[in-house]
């Protein structure tokens, strides 16, 4: 009985302990600043894209890569599904944002593995993308041909080789010629 009573007092506490987690790596993935998002992050940190190889990117360089793209066009990902087994998390993931939402795109399926270190702080975080998500180039073509009759040279200068061009200027661009698109096809 006494063991039971320990395990009814402590329970909250774990629950409580895995919230304050969860919603660190749900403010982790969700942050627009580089700021906001270094705040969750090691100094020690790598990112890992994939699979484990070599030393990963250190905290400034993933910074400055999701400062370029992710950042502007406003992260949207919603945890799926979650595990963990002490510092160590695995979460199923479905990423969106401003791109995906106005080409229609259901958006990215992943799971990513983070660990914690001691202080409470991300030291690693794979991404292993899932082999069923589809392309979305399907969902952008129907862009791709209004903006190339209607806008081609503002297209030119965020898709080049048939490869979005991947910079803040860009992300934000293709945010205004997305609404035009979308603004226009209503009508």
């Not at 627009?32 to 992050?41: D, F, G």
Request: hydrophobic share 35%.
């Amino acid at each position: 009985m006494r063991n039971l009573m320990v395990a009814f007092v402590l329970w909250p506490l774990f629950s409580c302990s895995k919230r304050i987690y969860l919603d660190k790596i749900e403010t982790y993935f969700n942050a627009s600043t580089p700021e906001l998002k270094s705040k969750y992050m090691a100094e020690d940190y790598h990112s890992f894209f994939v699979k484990k190889m070599g030393e990963g990117d250190d905290k400034t360089a993933s910074l400055k890569s999701f400062e370029q793209w992710d950042a502007p066009l406003h992260p949207d990902i919603r945890i799926i599904h979650y595990s963990n087994n002490k510092n160590d998390w695995t979460i199923s993931l479905n990423e969106q944002n401003d791109f995906t939402k106005l080409i229609g795109f259901p958006g990215w399926k992943a799971t990513e593995l983070i660990t914690f270190n001691a202080q409470g702080l991300i030291k690693d975080a794979v991404y292993i993308p899932d082999s069923t998500n589809p392309d979305y180039k399907k969902w952008l073509q129907p862009a791709l041909v209004w903006l190339q009759e209607n806008m081609p040279a503002q297209l030119n200068e965020v898709y080049q080789n048939h490869k979005l061009i991947q910079t803040e200027a860009s992300a934000n661009k293709w945010k205004e010629l997305l609404q035009n698109w979308r603004q226009r096809m209503k009508q």
